[in-house]
């Protein structure tokens, strides 16, 4: 019996947009997206994600679960060099839009 392989890729996605995956905010708008997947058309998973028709898969690579953590939080983009750390860039993006929600002077009658 052969071992299982798993992959994990990264979606570079141009302009940047929101996929509805689990692990990133319904509202959140990323540029990238790492993901880890056991299908045996890996490709099939990296495309399957809703927005993600326009994105460019630009790393796909034997790994496991850990490996996709670790390119979340301190891997860069080899496409684009910015960093895949796309939680911490949704989490930016909703800090920014409440500020700008209460910065917003209320309507007056």
């Known amino acids: 019996m052969s071992p299982v392989r798993s992959w994990v890729y990264v979606l570079c ?3 940047q947009r929101g996929i509805g995956e689990a692990d990133v ?3 959140a ?7 880890w997947t056991q299908q045996d058309w890996p490709m099939h998973r990296a495309g ?6 326009m994105a460019t898969c630009v790393l796909l690579v034997p790994g496991t679960l ?3 953590e670790r390119l979340k939080t301190r891997g860069c983009c080899p496409r684009c060099g ?3 750390n796309y939680r911490a ?6 800090r920014a839009a409440a500020r700008k929600r209460t910065a917003e002077p209320a309507d007056t009658l």
Request: glycine residues 10%.
């Open 25 to 27: 905010p319904p509202e």
């Open 82 to 84: 910015r960093s895949l």
């Open 48 to 53: 399957s994600h809703k927005g993600a028709g």
């Open 66 to 68: 850990a490996d996709e």
């Open 29 to 35: 708008v990323i540029s990238h997206y790492v993901g």
């Open 13 to 15: 996605l141009e302009p």
């Open 89 to 94: 860039e949704a989490a930016r993006a909703a």
